[in-house]
Each structure stands twice: as C-alpha cells, then as structure tokens.
C-alpha cells in the first residue's frame, strides 16, 4: 500500500483537486510542494494538517531527501502557458530531471506521471515539444511508474482552461468565438482524473494512457454549455480568426503571461481527436457526466468560487 506521497506541482489544478480528495479520505502522508506562493497558500489555508513546501523543482534543496524517502511521487509540475521557452524548459525539463535524480537516489518510489493528450496532437508549439520531452524522461527512467495522458482539464481551482472562460464571461459585454467554433473538444473533468491517479497509487498501475473526456463537444458548443451552467447571459459572438489573434497579440503586449496564446489558439482550432479507452473499467472509476461536473465545479459550496493565481 502507498502511503506518504510526495505531490510535485500540488498548488496547480490537478494538485488541489487530488490533495482535496486524498486529504479528506485520511489514509495518506501527503508531501505538497510548488513554487507558487499564492497558490500554496490555498493549500494550506484549506489543508492545515498538509505538509506544503514552498521550492522550485528546477534547483536542488531539501525537498529531494524528502521525496527519495517517499513511497510514491505523482509528477504534476508543469509549464502550461506563456511565451518564454526557458520557462518550458526549466518547468518541463529540468525540474523533471531533478525529480527523477531524487527517486533514483532513495527508495525508488512509484512514480505517476501526470503527461498530456498534447503529445499525441499535430500541433507544435513551445507546450507541446516541452511535454514530449518530459514524457521521454520519464519513460526512459527504471523507477516503476504509469504515464497519464489527459485532454483538456477542467474543475475547482480552474484558472487557465474552462474556469478563465467562466471568468471572462462574467466580465466581459461579449464572448469572441474564432471562426466557427466547431472545433471538437474532448474535456476531462479534473475529479474524475483524481480518482484514476488515487487508483494508480493504490494498485500501482504502469503503463501509459490516453485519459480522454468520454464527452465530445464542439468549443462553441461547451461556451453554451458553461454559460448556461454558470447562468450568465453574456452574448456569444463568432469573429474571423485573423481578427482573434490580433486581439490576442495585442493583449499580449501589456501583459508577459497571457492566459490564452496566439499558439494556443492554434492548437484549439487543429483538427484532434484523442483515442477514448474504457477509463472507467480499467481504473475502477465513475465518469461524472458533462454537465453534472460543471456543476459541481462552478456551485460547489466550498471549492466553487476559489481561484488560483497564473
């Protein structure tokens, strides 16, 4: 049985969704550490027993010794956005080879590794090359371990996906759609992901999966879908293309870190259709429908308002 958890990137999306749910069931020792200060303050805010360390994966400190002590490591640390490709390569690559130094040093802990569907797209961007690197690493590591490939994530804590499209909805006078907006969506619900990571640790799955939402929706399609859920009346309202990533260009001199790229917006409109496989049956777990897990998300009495920092 794993119990102590060393939970890489724990201040992100996927890390307080699997933290609210592994903390509440109190079966694990959990480790939580990120760089980010605000967010980690979240964590502890919400989790006052948690052990939360505030580093930088990408430079050696203490939090090795701690991780190579571990009986597991779930590896979500991450460059999602952005324009710098060091910030890729030190979020992506070398806080992976810290990561990985430290588990080959200790008691080789199970390690899941928390990839994306992104490697198997036919976009190519700073994200994209980043995480196919990451996944290499971790493949080509002898420490036992499961790779997951998830689709587009959405749940409590969202900021950068589907909660900053709630987000702008609810600010702005209209919502822009590039182009047609049929452009097909696979969304995979971040409670749903938790439980398929805890299954891995319980049973201490290997291999690599494609973890995609079992709903498929065109992006306008889920815009409708989240409006409604949320009760906004925000018009949508469908512009050229060229129009959207001028408006994204412009909006990406005033601010180093956007969150929605004239890149992402290429990889949003990229014809991908991610391989669906049984989830549910090879993990063990329930699939939350659509509709439902927006719900919880946005009107959850505890979780559903909490926004974390970009």
Same mark, same amino acid.
């Given at each position: 049985m794993t119990h102590r958890i060393f939970v890489a990137g724990a201040a992100g999306l996927v890390g307080q969704n699997l933290? #609210?749910?592994?903390?509440?069931?109190?079966?694990?020792e959990l480790i939580a550490v990120d760089k980010h200060p605000q967010n980690t303050d979240v964590?502890?805010?919400?989790?006052?027993?948690?052990?939360?360390?505030? #580093?930088d994966l990408?430079?050696?400190?203490?939090?090795?010794?701690?991780?190579?002590?571990?009986?597991?490591?779930?590896?979500?640390?991450?460059?999602?956005?952005?324009l710098e490709p060091q910030a890729f390569?030190?979020?992506?690559?070398?806080?992976?080879?810290?990561?990985?130094?430290?588990?080959?040093?200790?008691?080789?802990?199970?390690?899941?590794?928390?990839?994306?569907?992104?490697?198997?797209?036919? #976009?190519?961007?700073l994200y994209t090359e980043?995480?196919?690197?990451?996944?290499?690493?971790?493949?080509?590591?002898t420490a036992p371990h499961v790779i997951l490939r998830p689709t587009l994530m959405f749940g409590w804590f969202d900021r950068k996906h589907v909660g900053w499209l709630r987000w702008f909805m609810r600010r702005a006078p209209v919502f822009p759609i590039p182009g047609s907006g049929r452009y097909l969506r696979?969304?995979?619900?971040?409670?749903?992901?938790a439980n398929?990571?805890? #299954?891995?640790?319980?049973?201490?799955?290997?291999g690599a999966y494609n973890i995609s939402g079992l709903e498929r929706i065109d992006y306008i399609d889920l815009i409708r879908l989240v409006r409604?859920?949320?009760?906004?009346?925000?018009?949508?309202?469908?512009?050229?293309?060229?129009?959207?990533?001028?408006?994204?260009?412009?909006?990406?001199?005033?601010?180093?870190?956007?969150?929605?790229?004239?890149?992402?917006?290429?990889?949003?409109?990229?014809?991908?259709v991610f391989e669906v496989i049984d989830w549910p049956a090879i993990f063990g777990v329930r699939a939350i429908p659509l509709r439902e897990a927006l719900d919880t998300t946005f009107n959850d009495p505890t979780y559903g308002e909490i926004e974390l920092k970009f």
């Open positions: 933290i #609210a749910q592994l903390a509440r069931s109190g079966e694990f964590l502890r805010r919400l989790h006052p027993g948690l052990q939360v360390i505030h #580093a990408a430079e050696p400190g203490g939090w090795q010794a701690i991780a190579a002590d571990c009986d597991a490591i779930v590896m979500l640390q991450a460059q999602i956005g952005g390569e030190r979020n992506n690559i070398v806080s992976t080879q810290r990561v990985l130094e430290a588990a080959a040093g200790g008691r080789r802990p199970f390690i899941v590794h928390v990839s994306s569907s992104v490697v198997n797209s036919a #976009a190519r961007d980043s995480k196919k690197r990451q996944e290499a690493l971790v493949a080509a590591s696979q969304p995979l619900y971040a409670g749903d992901f398929i990571i805890r #299954a891995c640790l319980e049973r201490r799955i290997t409604e859920v949320d009760g906004s009346t925000t018009p949508i309202v469908k512009i050229p293309v060229w129009l959207f990533a001028t408006l994204l260009r412009i909006y990406a001199m005033f601010d180093r870190d956007p969150p929605f790229t004239t890149a992402q917006l290429k990889a949003l409109i990229t014809p991908d």
